[in-house]
């Protein structure tokens, strides 16, 4: 199974940006479709944004959206979650994601990496 492995996370102010990272261990990932998930403490883990395999098709639950950007370097193996205007309600640990089909857009997801915490301050 393919390894992903988040960096980035952090303690940021309210307001302030971090962008997240995922590598892959292997090159098998760049066909898959990828998503960034988080779990704040005491809730469920929830969907943030996903990214087509090709990067042409792009997903974000609202309350990112216009704050948040995922992208990915197929070249480089690696998802990026840029996270803009942080608020203390993002603070959660955030996981990187593969979905189960190559060369598809659909919400089953496998492959989880370790997370990275994000601590936002008010």
């Known amino acids: 199974q393919v390894q992903l492995v988040e960096s980035g996370g952090g303690l940021v102010q309210a307001g302030g940006s971090l962008r997240l990272s995922c590598a892959a261990s292997?090159?098998?990932?760049?066909?898959?479709?990828m998503g960034w998930f988080r779990q704040a403490p005491g809730k469920e883990r929830e969907f943030v944004a996903a990214i087509s395999w090709n990067g042409e098709f792009t997903l974000y639950e609202d309350s990112v959206k216009g704050r948040f950007t995922i992208s990915r370097d197929n070249a480089k193996i690696t998802v990026y979650l840029q996270m803009n205007n942080l608020k203390p309600e993002g603070t959660a640990v955030y996981y990187c994601?593969?979905?189960?089909?190559?060369?598809?857009?659909?919400?089953?997801?496998?492959?989880w990496g370790q997370g990275t915490r994000v601590t936002v301050s008010s």
């Open positions: 994601t593969a979905q189960t089909e190559p060369r598809r857009l659909t919400p089953v997801y496998d492959n």
């Open positions: 292997d090159r098998a990932i760049s066909d898959y479709a």
